[in-house]
């Protein structure tokens, strides 16, 4: 008996599913349904342009071909990119145990939803499904934007490099909120530019955020006890005052606020999350 196929060989079927899709003019975005034991039960791709049907998403898609299952408990799903929230509810409403995702750089959906309410995701990172999507968007940005619902993304400039609205500057011990926050402004069409999740193996990441502070018109401040005693947290905001770039101090913990953040009305995390979350969004569409 042949041993369980790898979560990389799993994800080369929704990869190829995708490829499929390009091929015939949609968004190169595959998936796939395998049993714990490697069989594979179903695959599909997205194919709202080839349709005409928003909700021909690729797990949509893997999943009518997987045909009518008793449970879905011990069920792997397999998708080229983060499910969107439409997708997470699939995944949701029917129990899968494992999602397993190429990449979740280009778009974060509802991973860290399916995480926090005890999901096993995995993401590969995969550098295959990030440029077959990313190079795609910047061919049919409309499409894409159509794809996810959003009236707002990434643009391509004239060099075909992605910029993105807002830059989060924080520092590591508050990795977790700045995270969710991302998350929360991605699926609100503010996509941001955070290097946990655009910062590539390999890549100078020095380098790879000064380019980004350039191009971001706005950066978001996380402040807290670590991060006003972060010298890399306010060489950031040095950089972004002197560029002039719209600086938004996002008040996670109490601290000392810098003396030249002092002047700049913050949004308040402190004791409401949803309230905090309610005035940034308040000042990105400003």
Same mark, same amino acid.
């Given at each position: 008996m042949p041993p369980p196929l790898t979560p990389e060989a799993m994800l080369a079927v929704a990869i190829e599913e995708a490829r499929i899709g390009l091929a015939e003019g949609g968004i190169p975005i595959g998936a796939a349904i395998f049993r714990c034991d490697g069989t594979l039960l179903g695959s599909g791709h997205n194919r709202r342009v080839q349709h005409n049907d928003a909700s021909a998403h690729g797990e949509t898609d893997a999943f009518r071909n997987a045909g009518r299952q008793r449970s879905y408990r011990d069920l792997i799903m397999v998708t080229t990119l983060a499910p969107c929230w439409y997708c997470t509810g699939l995944?949701? /409403?029917? %129990?899968?145990?494992? &999602?397993?995702?190429?990449?979740? /750089?280009? $778009?974060?959906?509802?991973?860290?939803?399916?995480?926090? =309410?005890?999901?096993?995701?995995?993401?590969?990172?995969?550098?295959?499904?990030?440029?077959? *999507?990313?190079?795609?968007?910047?061919?049919?940005?409309?499409?894409? =934007?159509?794809?996810i619902g959003k009236d707002?993304?990434? &643009?391509?400039?004239?060099?075909?490099? !992605?910029?993105?609205?807002? $830059?989060?500057?924080?520092?590591?011990?508050?990795?977790?909120?700045?995270?969710?926050?991302?998350?929360?402004?991605n699926t609100s069409g503010f996509p941001i530019w955070l290097d946990h999740a655009r910062l590539l193996a390999g890549q100078a990441w020095d380098r790879a955020v000064e380019v980004a502070l350039e191009r971001c018109p706005k950066v978001l401040v996380v *402040?807290?006890?670590?991060?006003?005693?972060?010298? =890399? &947290?306010?060489?950031? #905001?040095? $950089?972004? *005052?002197?560029?002039?770039?719209? &600086?938004?101090? !996002?008040?996670?913990?109490?601290?000392?606020?810098? *003396?030249?953040?002092?002047?700049?009305?913050?949004?308040?995390?402190?004791? =409401?999350? #949803?309230? %905090?979350?309610? /005035?940034?969004?308040?000042?990105?569409?400003?």
């Open positions: 995944i949701r /409403q029917f %129990g899968f145990k494992t &999602v397993i995702i190429g990449e979740s /750089q280009t $778009f974060e959906g509802g991973i860290h939803w399916l995480r926090e =309410n005890g999901f096993e995701v995995h993401d590969l990172a995969s550098r295959e499904c990030i440029g077959l *999507l990313e190079r795609y968007i910047r061919a049919h940005t409309e499409i894409w =934007n159509e794809d707002e993304n990434p &643009v391509a400039t004239e060099t075909g490099q !992605v910029t993105h609205p807002a $830059f989060i500057s924080y520092c590591r011990h508050d990795l977790d909120f700045a995270k969710k926050l991302a998350n929360d402004l *402040l807290s006890p670590a991060a006003v005693t972060s010298d =890399n &947290v306010m060489n950031e #905001v040095t $950089f972004a *005052l002197d560029e002039g770039k719209t &600086v938004i101090p !996002v008040l996670y913990q109490d601290c000392r606020i810098p *003396l030249r953040l002092r002047r700049l009305q913050y949004a308040d995390f402190r004791s =409401n999350y #949803v309230d %905090g979350i309610s /005035q940034l969004l308040a000042a990105m569409r400003i």
